[in-house]
C-alpha cells in the first residue's frame, strides 16, 4: 500500500512562494509517477497542477502555473516538491499529492493519495 504525506502548505502573501513536499512510501519509489492536484474552496473538482513520471525526466505542468510553478523529485529521498512562486489568491486550495504505478505495467489513473495540504494566499 502506498502511502503518501504532504507538507508545506501555509498561508502567504500575494506573490509570495512556497514548497510543497510529498513523501512516499509503501512501494519502490522509481515505479511510481506523482502527480500534484489542487480543490479550491467552495468547487467540487479537483485540478490537476502538475506531474512528473518515475524518472523525473517528464514534467508537465497545467497552463495556470506554468512559469510560476516547477515540479522536481528526488528519488533517493523518495521525495517530490512542488516549487510555489508568484502566488495570487486564485491559487488558494487544498494540495494534494498522488502516485500512479508506471512500473511494471503502466496504469493511467492515480490511485493513492495523499491528505493533503492547505494553501492560502492573501491578497
Known amino acids: 500500500q502506498v502511502k503518501l504525506v504532504e507538507s508545506g502548505g501555509g498561508m502567504v502573501q500575494a506573490g509570495g512562494s512556497l514548497r510543497l513536499s510529498c513523501a512516499a512510501s509503501?512501494?519502490?519509489?522509481?515505479?511510481?509517477?506523482i502527480g500534484w492536484f489542487r480543490q479550491a474552496p467552495g468547487k467540487e473538482e479537483r485540478e490537476f497542477v502538475a506531474s512528473i513520471d518515475r524518472t523525473g525526466r517528464d514534467a508537465v505542468l497545467s497552463d495556470s502555473v506554468k512559469g510560476r510553478f516547477t515540479i522536481s523529485r528526488d528519488n533517493d529521498a523518495n521525495m517530490v516538491y512542488l516549487q510555489l512562486n508568484s502566488l495570487t489568491p486564485e491559487d488558494t486550495a487544498v494540495y494534494s499529492c498522488a502516485a500512479r504505478i508506471e512500473r511494471p505495467f503502466p496504469r493511467q489513473e492515480y490511485a493513492y493519495w495523499g491528505q493533503g495540504t492547505q494553501v492560502t494566499v492573501s491578497s
Open positions: 509503501g512501494r519502490t519509489f522509481t515505479t511510481l509517477g
